[in-house]
């Protein structure tokens, strides 16, 4: 696999988002769903599910139930366009309901073979969505891909206190693993009544919120994303929010952090190439 830019997903403690912009699986799907701005500008683009025990991907992106095949290069990843590749254990699970009871090691072996066996062919952008917390599965990415010059790490939170905790943990946790974080992107960040657009701070951010968070910890902020249920709806369904709801103001703002993250990684790029 030859990858130009590597961009590793994740948020920490339950309910928070990564399948994107992004762990917990219920929230996940608010967030992944913003990958397809990568796609929709035609770069070719590598999604790879970490979470082996709750992998959402292939729900959110509309392929469950779709088969990984073998061939003489590897396994083929499933695409959801032809520049839109994605790898998930959901593929090779028996039955969607199967639970995934994997100590550490096992876990981390498919992952390397993931990265390793996988045809993923050259990609512009290998996107790592990332289970909850800072366990062996974020040390094993951050170990495996040390060599592909990772531009960083996008990190998920909601508004409030109890979320800010965990997340504050994460980026200490790429701090020590020198992992470049590219931002923070702030979830369900007021709910948009999409009947009157009004406005209703349902996770009040007791503390400041992510925003403050960042400015304290000297980190980009990369954006609010609204809590609206069209999102969820259309992460059920398979389809893209970004398509089907082209007019939400949430819309406006993942593109808009869609752009941050890409100019990050442009100007990342760059200076490795300077150095090298």
């Keep these: 696999m030859l990858v130009s830019r590597g961009t590793f997903v994740g948020s920490t403690g339950g309910g928070r988002n990564t399948s994107l912009l992004s762990w ?6 608010r967030t992944t769903r913003s990958w397809r701005t990568f796609q929709a500008t035609r770069h070719h683009v590598a999604l790879l599910d970490a979470d082996m025990c709750g992998p959402s991907i292939p729900k959110i992106m509309g392929v469950e139930g779709e088969q990984v095949h073998q061939s ?25 309901d199967d639970a995934v009871i994997w100590r550490g090691p096992k876990k981390n072996g498919l992952i390397k073979q993931f990265l390793r066996d996988v045809d993923w062919g050259e990609v512009d952008y290998l996107i790592v969505d990332t289970p909850p917390g800072t366990s062996d599965e974020h040390l094993s990415i951050v170990q495996y891909l040390s060599a592909t010059q990772v531009d960083g790490a996008v990190i998920i939170t909601t508004p409030q206190e109890v979320s800010l905790q965990d ?34 701070q349902i996770f009040p951010p007791t503390t400041g919120g992510a925003m403050k968070m960042c400015k304290d910890l000297s980190i980009p902020f990369l954006g609010k994303v609204p ?16 398509t089907e709801i082209p007019g939400s103001s949430a819309t406006v703002v993942y593109k808009d952090i869609i752009h941050r993250i890409q100019e990050h990684c442009a100007t990342h790029q760059s200076d490795v190439e300077a150095t090298a």
């Design 24 to 29: 917990n699986r219920k929230c996940s799907s």
């Design 72 to 96: 003489g290069s590897g396994w083929s990843p499933v695409y959801v366009e032809e520049n839109l590749g994605i790898m998930s254990i959901g593929f090779l699970l028996s039955s969607l």
């Design 167 to 200: 997340v504050r943990k994460e980026i200490n946790f790429c701090r020590k693993v020198n992992l470049p974080i590219i931002g923070v992107v702030e979830n369900m960040s007021g709910f948009v009544c999409p009947k009157c657009q009004h406005e209703s």
């Design 227 to 242: 809590l609206d249920p069209r999102i969820g709806k259309s992460c059920d369904e398979g389809k893209s929010f970004l």
